[in-house]
């Protein structure tokens, strides 16, 4: 149990576009998703919680109009990277919790930005 | 700011040897503590989870709690090569509403 996807795996786009990560939980119901980034040699650091049916709260420095979240339903969230930069590729993560306490992680989305 | 602080290694263990991974954290409302370890590009996986003072076992892995010193252990008894990753310690302040605060990882090398 517990399984989150994360979709696409890698992504490259030009500078100036945009992106559109999904985070999936597909065997349970996540009322609350996050989403982390982390750099290379980096750890995690959390950018945003994801509620079901209300707006995103996002950590400081991280620009919620660039960085767009939407939790359209209990098993869905999505990362809009808008106008994206080099300086935003990443390794972009979501996880969900299951229960109160334990978060459960997806596989992932390399974001290249050239 | 909530911190949390871990050795970044490497630490190199031989197979069959009992490898402990340490981590400290600042805040002391923190309320619930995780190991995760991560292999080079993948995401993280939860190892092991604590939330009272004590030690929690689940097979070859215990973890150990200290809540008066803010201090969160890993001990991995005998030691496998593909223990080899990165051990990342996050700690989380409240329910399941709040996100993870993870430290940088600690490398762990498994010598065969």
């Known amino acids: 149990g517990a399984v989150v996807s994360q979709h696409p795996s890698w992504v490259i786009c030009k500078s100036g576009t945009s992106v559109k990560i999904e985070c999936r939980s597909l065997?349970?119901?996540?009322?609350?998703m996050f989403w982390y980034r982390q750099f290379p040699k980096q750890s995690l650091m959390l950018m945003a919680t994801?509620?079901?049916?209300?707006?995103?709260?996002?950590e400081q420095g991280v620009e919620k109009d660039k960085f767009l979240i939407n939790h359209a339903s209990l098993t869905l969230s999505t990362l809009t990277v808008t106008s994206a930069h080099p300086e935003d590729s990443s390794f972009y993560i979501c996880?969900?919790?299951?229960?109160?306490?334990?978060?459960?992680f997806g596989p992932g989305t390399r974001l290249t930005v050239t | 700011q909530k911190e949390v602080e871990q050795n970044s290694g490497p630490l190199s263990v031989p197979e069959g040897a009992i490898a402990s991974l340490n981590c400290t954290y600042s805040?002391?409302?923190?309320?619930?503590f995780f190991w995760y370890r991560q292999y080079s590009g993948k995401s993280p996986e939860l190892i092991m989870s604590?939330?009272?003072?004590g030690d929690k076992e689940d097979g070859r892995f215990t973890a150990q709690l200290n809540k008066a010193s803010q201090y969160v252990s890993l001990l991995i008894r005998d030691s496998q090569p593909s223990d080899s990753a990165t051990y990342l310690c996050?700690?989380?302040?409240?329910?399941?509403?709040?996100?993870?605060?993870f430290g940088k990882g600690t490398h762990l090398i498994i010598q065969p």
């Open positions: 805040d002391r409302g923190s309320q619930s």
């Open positions: 996880s969900a919790v299951e229960g109160v306490w334990e978060q459960y």
């Open positions: 996050a700690v989380k302040s409240g329910g399941g509403a709040d996100g993870l605060t």
């Open positions: 994801s509620n079901e049916g209300s707006k995103a709260t996002y």
């Open positions: 065997d349970f119901q996540a009322t609350t």
């Open positions: 604590i939330y009272s003072n």
